[in-house]
């Protein structure tokens, strides 16, 4: 039969087991919180048949706004990332990258508006 004190250990010992579970878990939710870096808001300004700025670095996971200053409308197409659509003069559009790499877009209303993202 266990004494008393032992039986006194071994609660002791749970308890504390139940610490560290407790412990470890808030490490993680930390750990996890840490990884993930608050979202970056950028904006590209599209203004007199240009974006402004042509080349932008971001991370993955921010969001990118064009706001159309013209007073005609934009696309910001990337093909096979991403399209805008029509962006109507004084309008935004907004997307989010994810994956690392440069990605290169143009207005398809106006083919000699090119500009890139570089997500890393
Ligand atoms: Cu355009």
């Given at each position: 039969m266990p004494s008393r004190s032992s039986?006194?250990?071994?609660?002791?010992?749970?308890e504390l087991g139940t610490a560290a579970r407790w412990a470890a878990v808030s490490v993680l939710a930390l750990?996890?919180?840490?990884?993930?870096?608050?979202?970056?808001?950028h904006t590209i300004v599209i203004e007199n048949m240009q974006f402004n700025p042509p080349a932008l670095e971001v991370a993955p996971g921010d969001r990118i706004v064009w706001r159309n200053q013209d007073l005609v409308p934009h696309t910001a197409t990337a093909?096979?990332?991403?399209?805008?659509?029509?962006?109507?003069?004084?309008?935004?559009?907004a997307t989010v990258v994810a994956a690392p790499g440069t990605i290169a877009y143009v207005c398809t209303l106006h083919p000699t508006m090119k500009a890139s993202l570089t997500v890393r």
């Amino acid at each position: 039969m266990p004494s008393r004190s032992s039986r006194r250990w071994a609660r002791a010992a749970s308890e504390l087991g139940t610490a560290a579970r407790w412990a470890a878990v808030s490490v993680l939710a930390l750990a996890v919180h840490a990884a993930q870096p608050a979202q970056k808001t950028h904006t590209i300004v599209i203004e007199n048949m240009q974006f402004n700025p042509p080349a932008l670095e971001v991370a993955p996971g921010d969001r990118i706004v064009w706001r159309n200053q013209d007073l005609v409308p934009h696309t910001a197409t990337a093909a096979g990332s991403f399209d805008s659509g029509t962006i109507e003069a004084g309008k935004t559009w907004a997307t989010v990258v994810a994956a690392p790499g440069t990605i290169a877009y143009v207005c398809t209303l106006h083919p000699t508006m090119k500009a890139s993202l570089t997500v890393r």
